[in-house]
């Protein structure tokens, strides 16, 4: 009898030691999901392995990724990269986008899942000026394939610099605007450009990433992509790849083409000697010709920007103040360095990927491409061989074979 009595006394003792700790583990679990994720998207984000860095790199640290237990993986900070473990290259998508383009970026997103990404499941980061709402998260995360991470830029890489006169660069805008130059008055456009050129490749979310394909709001992937276009990149050894080209407007842009000459002149070992300066200049060099490859889309290797060569020539430019006393875009910008510090056959035009960004379409020429990738543009639309566009110069100047 005193046996029984004791025995039940261990084991009540247990039951309650149990329920003890079981409320303590979940009460700590629900803080941290919440501190991580904001209540609302707490569930899916755990089932997508959502993660949200800015100027710290993770805000979750390992101890509270150990807790997560399964989904350690997807949170750890320092990981290598998603699909390391299965031979992948290390890429991910990567959009800069407001709150406010939330229903312009799905549609952008939901294209480049369904056409490609539901076969490869490469991870998604979007990063902003400002936090991302939860239902900004809670949205993309329920349409994205792979994992997905939200990063808040740090504040020095989307203001002015020291050098910078704030009064100059306010008047250079007021200019603009008065002589109707496209985003001419507009203050976080110039953030924007300087941050597409010289910082979103250091942010901490892009650390263990060598690829990257960019996605903007308002844009459309019109055909499959039935191959890996990252092992593509890589295999083939391509370091810049795009779709459209087109010719900047000048006046944007006014003295960068003698900057980056000074450039050139400083530092002559940084200038690939198999280089395309054809392509970007119809006099060997003494002036720009205005081309460069639109760069709301890209998928370009992230360790060309963080290479000595670019980043000197990024910090050169950023010295010179044309971001904000002119309105240099980070298109023209990335498009004369890969022209000139790459060789030639580093830049590759995907003449199969049928995308758009307003106002214009590349559309594969090519029938057997067109029919193949279920493309749904119309071929007529293509802008490659258009006046305005810099697709002719881009197939002589690589002695290409125009499709018929
Ligand atoms: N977070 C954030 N993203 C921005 C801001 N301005 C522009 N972007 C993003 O930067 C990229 C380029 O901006 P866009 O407004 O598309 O500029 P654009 O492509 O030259 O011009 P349109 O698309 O024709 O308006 C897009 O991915 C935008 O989402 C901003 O102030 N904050
Ligand atoms: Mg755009």
């Known amino acids: 009898m005193a046996v029984n009595i004791s025995k039940r006394i261990i084991r009540l003792g247990l039951l309650s030691s149990f329920i003890l700790l079981s409320v303590v583990f979940l009460s700590t679990h629900s803080k941290v999901n919440e501190f991580i994720f904001g209540s609302s998207v707490a569930s899916d984000a755990v089932a997508k392995g959502i993660t949200e860095g800015g100027e710290k790199p993770s805000i979750v640290d390992k101890n509270a990724s150990k807790d997560l237990g399964d989904y350690a993986e997807h949170f750890a900070g320092d990981m290598e990269s998603t699909g390391d473990s299965e031979g992948k290259p290390k890429a991910c998508f990567v959009s800069l986008v407001r709150n406010e383009a939330l229903w312009d970026i799905v549609p952008s997103i939901q294209q480049v899942e369904d056409r490609f990404n539901r076969n490869y499941k490469y991870p998604w980061v979007f990063l902003n000026d400002v936090p991302f709402t939860d239902e900004f998260k809670h949205v993309v995360s329920n349409i994205v394939s792979g994992s997905v991470e939200f990063g808040i830029i740090p504040k020095e890489h989307w203001s002015y610099p020291n050098w910078i006169d704030q009064e100059k660069a306010a008047k250079a805008r007021q200019e603009m605007a008065e002589n109707n130059i496209i985003y001419g008055g507009s203050e976080p456009y110039r953030h924007m450009c300087r941050f597409e050129s010289g910082f979103f490749w250091r942010h901490p979310l892009l650390k263990k990433f060598n690829w990257y394909w960019r996605v903007e709001p308002s844009t459309q992937l019109y055909c499959d992509i039935k191959y890996d276009v990252f092992k593509w990149m890589q295999e083939h050894k391509k370091v810049y790849g795009f779709t459209i080209s087109i010719r900047e407007y000048e006046a944007t842009i006014k003295t960068l083409w003698e900057t980056t000459k000074q450039f050139m002149k400083e530092y002559p070992n940084y200038i690939e000697k198999d280089n395309m300066m054809a392509f970007i200049s119809d006099d060997n060099g003494k002036t720009y010709n205005l081309c460069h490859f639109w760069s709301n889309f890209e998928i370009a290797s992230l360790d060309f920007w963080r290479s000595d060569r670019y980043k000197t020539y990024f910090e050169y430019l950023d010295k010179a103040g044309g971001f904000f006393y002119e309105r240099w875009g980070d298109a023209p910008v990335h498009s004369i360095a890969a022209a000139l510090m790459l060789r030639k056959d580093q830049i590759h035009?995907?003449?199969?990927?049928?995308?758009?960004?307003?106002?214009?379409?590349?559309?594969?020429?090519?029938?057997?491409?067109?029919?193949?990738?279920?493309c749904s543009c119309n071929q007529k639309n293509d802008f490659t061989f258009e006046g305005y566009s810099c697709?002719?110069?881009?197939?002589?100047?690589?002695?290409?074979?125009?499709?018929?």
């Open 349 to 374: 035009y995907f003449a199969d990927i049928g995308y758009h960004h307003p106002p214009y379409s590349n559309c594969p020429a090519d029938n057997k491409l067109w029919s193949e990738g279920r």
């Open 391 to 404: 697709g002719t110069k881009f197939y002589e100047v690589n002695g290409m074979k125009r499709p018929t």
